[in-house]
């Protein structure tokens, strides 16, 4: 039985709040749940995959400060999606997107 | 021993043959090559492709074209294939008034009738008048959330239009719940206080009001004369996940049908026939008028400019004065054309019909002996015209395993579809009818809306899979295939064709059961039509059981999917009917080419 509801899981460190929402809006308008979890190391590689892996969707997002990078389950860490070192508006908008089509088997964007 | 070069110049490749002549006369195969042809089937510029096919040929067995001592080209039939669309009807619309899409996420659900209303101008609205608010992407989500919010006590929101891709962003942040439509670009088109209806589709389901003509009529109040006009609103709007329709005062959408012009067949039976009766009729008039010396259109009409555009592009080759150049056979075909609405919000097209044709124009010969000395003069070989296109062919196919005459050939290419019947005496009987692979690829490039020739050539040719995780992907026939290595994310999601060196994405977002279909359908259309009427002109006694076996050759055979789809159709005549492999080799193509190097054989005995 399913207890907790399926989501992307996001890993930070030290985030950019206003990547960080854009990111969230990204995922909200394709209407796919998102958890954000603090993490004590700071590699958006290794943020990415862990929260990929975490992920019961398999699709997660590791950000440390601006650097936010999209991984799937079964993708060898470091080979990102997708990802930014200082993503603008769009492209956070974008990423956060991505992270949801990818569940939906939908084209990325 | 000398190596002998047959060459073959057809209107999309060239193909080569070497063949090494013994002193018995016996001939031994050595090698073969093919390149796209450059230029115009028969001038001169088609040299390029001939010297590099043969010098792919030669170095593939360690030799130059310098040891090439004959060189035998075909007297090419001197008929060129040429295709062209025409649209039958238009959709007009004379002052904007609707916008159908489909965002990929709408949100709310069901219908609203109310006035435009620009969020800027939102302080002048009267309480308990409806409106549908229009937010251009200044706005973010949270300010559009906010402001609705606040005005939803004074004023009546039925509806929501954005720009910003950001429909369910708003609604999460509504206390009201209302549809909300995004993504329409031209936002800044709607006209400030006019009567509009929106409808957002449940999920998993269509429009249903706005695609129905009553159900507009319902939502604003039209009458029956108004009904009738937007009747090609409703139609536009079939299939899309959310629609907006306006109701603008002197607004009028309508569908026009083009004057499309008149062809005149010049035959045994002269007839005419009006373009807009349709393909069928088209066909019918053309099987009924027995031997057509010539094909014109009425002048001053789309179809008369585009036969005289075919027979100016074949004067440009035959240089001779009194060149007499005839369309000695046309095909047409029905099909559905995208196109742009004129006068509308958001880029909408609407499915016209239209009629795809393709034409045969004839000359009395082609330059090749330009061609012959320009080669020979270049390589410094001797270079001879040597043979029927046709009789080559069917000796080449006879090389196929398992074929014996009496023997038919469907020659299928690029540009035409030729048919010959050899009989067991040798006498050839043949035929060369307009329609083959170029036409296939400019059916799949309207029907499908892909305005890239190119594009539409591949879909032609490879089959189609959809890539559904980045570790496996759907074939077109249902089974799934696992790869190893993670597939690109470039093509996660996306409709790909299998080609030889890798895969290729489809741009254009269209479901993998539309393209399959719109491709089958071409094919059938172009080859399932003419390999009966060619077969039916050539066979003893124009009767199709007197044909026994027919040996498929030509660039169009090697298609994955037309031979099968010609022995299925065959099969109820008794006719063993099968793709050509010439020398047991080289597949259904090399055909002519082979010819040439055999029949040297010959008129050496």
Same mark, same amino acid.
């Given at each position: ?109 | ?168 962003? /708003? ?35 269509? /429009? ?124 047409? +075909? ?181 393209? /399959? ?8 259309? +172009? ?25 498929? /050759? ?52």
């Amino acid at each position: 039985m399913i207890i907790k509801r399926p989501s992307i899981f996001i890993y930070v460190n030290h985030p950019d709040p206003s990547v960080l929402k854009e990111l969230c809006a990204g995922i909200e308008e394709e209407g796919v749940f998102f958890d954000i979890k603090e993490m004590d190391y700071d590699s958006p590689d290794e943020l990415a995959w862990n929260a990929a892996n975490d992920s019961m969707l398999g699709s997660g997002i590791g950000m440390c400060r601006t650097h936010a990078a999209l991984q799937m389950r079964g993708i060898e860490k470091g080979h990102n999606i997708e990802s930014y070192l200082a993503p603008d508006k769009e492209q956070s908008r974008k990423l956060g997107a991505n992270s949801a089509r990818a569940i939906k088997k939908l084209a990325f964007k | 021993m000398s190596l002998i070069a047959g060459v073959d110049i057809g209107n999309s490749t060239t193909e080569v043959c070497v063949g090494e002549a013994a002193a018995d006369g016996t001939i031994h195969f050595l090698t073969s090559a093919s390149r796209p042809t450059t230029g115009t089937k028969g001038t001169v510029a088609n040299t390029h492709a001939i010297k590099a096919a043969l010098n792919r040929a030669m170095s593939s067995i360690g030799r130059t074209i310098s040891d090439i001592s004959l060189i035998r080209l075909n007297e090419a039939a001197p008929v060129i294939g040429d295709t062209a669309m025409e649209t039958l009807t238009e959709t007009i619309i004379t002052d904007s008034s609707m916008i159908g899409h489909n965002p990929s996420t709408p949100a709310g659900a069901g219908q609203a009738v109310g006035e435009i209303l620009l969020i800027d101008n939102l302080s002048r609205g009267i309480p308990g008048t409806p409106y549908i608010v229009a937010a251009d992407d200044s706005y973010s989500y949270e300010e559009v959330a906010a402001i609705l919010n606040q005005s939803a006590d004074t004023l009546d929101i039925a509806g929501v239009i954005l720009k910003a891709d950001e429909a369910v962003l /708003v609604e999460n942040r509504l206390r009201k719940k209302i549809p909300i439509i995004d993504e329409v670009a031209r936002i800044d088109k709607l006209p400030d206080g006019v009567l509009a209806a929106i409808e957002v589709a449940l999920p998993g389901q269509t /429009v249903r009001m706005l695609s129905n003509p009553y159900g507009i009529a319902t939502l604003l109040h039209l009458n029956a004369e108004e009904t009738r006009t937007v009747t090609p609103i409703a139609k536009s709007l079939i299939g899309k996940r959310s629609a907006v329709v306006l109701k603008t005062p002197g607004g009028n959408v309508r569908e026009n049908v083009l004057p499309a012009g008149e062809i005149y067949l010049n035959a045994e039976n002269s007839a005419s026939i009006n373009l807009d009766e349709g393909a069928a009729e088209i066909m019918k008039a053309v099987a009924d008028a027995g031997k057509i010396h010539d094909i014109s259109g009425q002048p001053d009409t789309n179809v008369g400019n585009m036969l005289t555009r075919i027979k100016r592009g074949m004067g440009e080759l035959d240089h001779t004065p009194d060149a007499d150049i005839r369309i000695t056979d046309i095909l047409a +075909v029905d099909t559905l054309a995208p196109v742009l609405i004129s006068g509308a919000l958001a880029g909408e097209t609407c499915l016209e019909k239209a009629v795809g044709i393709a034409a045969m124009v004839k000359t009395q010969h082609l330059p090749m002996r330009e061609i012959a000395d320009k080669l020979k003069m270049e390589l410094g070989t001797d270079v001879r015209i040597a043979g029927v296109e046709a009789v080559m062919a069917s000796l080449g196919a006879l090389t196929t395993p398992g074929t014996k005459l009496p023997l038919a050939i469907l020659d299928m290419g690029g540009g035409s579809t030729d048919a010959a019947v050899i009989s067991e005496d040798g006498r050839v009987t043949m035929t060369h009818q307009a329609g083959a692979g170029e036409l296939v690829s400019m059916l799949i490039e309207t029907e499908l809306g892909l305005g890239d020739r190119h594009i539409a050539e591949q879909i032609k040719k490879y089959p189609l899979a959809k890539v559904e995780s980045l570790f496996h992907m759907r074939m077109e026939n249902g089974q799934m295939t696992f790869v190893d290595e993670s597939i690109d994310p470039r093509f996660y999601g996306r409709v790909i064709l299998l080609a030889e060196d890798g895969y290729i994405r489809i741009e254009k977002e269209l479901p993998m059961e539309k393209i /399959v279909q719109v491709r089958r359908d071409a094919k059938r259309k +172009v080859f399932v039509t003419n390999a009966f009427r060619a077969l039916k002109s050539v066979a003893p006694g124009q009767d199709l059981k007197n044909i026994s076996n027919v040996v498929l /050759v030509g660039g169009s055979a090697e298609d994955f999917e037309i031979p099968e789809m010609l022995m299925e159709e065959f099969a109820d005549y008794r006719i063993v009917c099968g793709r050509g492999n010439i020398r047991g080799t080289e597949g259904p193509r090399n055909a002519v080419a082979t010819g040439l190097v055999l029949s040297y054989a010959g008129e050496r005995q």
